[in-house]
């Protein structure tokens, strides 16, 4: 197993920064009328889950602060499938984009939760 040093070199975060930059370039193509609304959104909470990332990484050596900023990672991802329902629904994505961004948040979530079952593995 690979030494972690920052939140970088987390799985999870590279997972999900990997996920918002998919967002970002496909969303680049949403309607001018969805910028201040749909495109920011999805853009937000998909980075939102790489910025609580680096903040529970740095907050670990305190299990409370470690699982609270995790539990706000997970409402991010999950907050970001629901504006990839309405991406898909609105026709701004395709079911194949979809299905594989929507099941690799899936797989983020359940690294965030397993985290969130088990904070002392994380601990300094």
Known sequence: MAKISTHKDLRVFQLAFELSMKIYKVSKSFPVEEKYSLTDQV??????????????FRKRRYPKNFVSKLSDCEAEAAETQVWLDFALECEYVDNEFYNEIYKQYDMVLGMLVKMIVEPEKWSI
């Open 43 to 56: 853009r937000r909470s998909s980075r939102s889950v790489c910025a609580n990332l680096a903040e529970a």
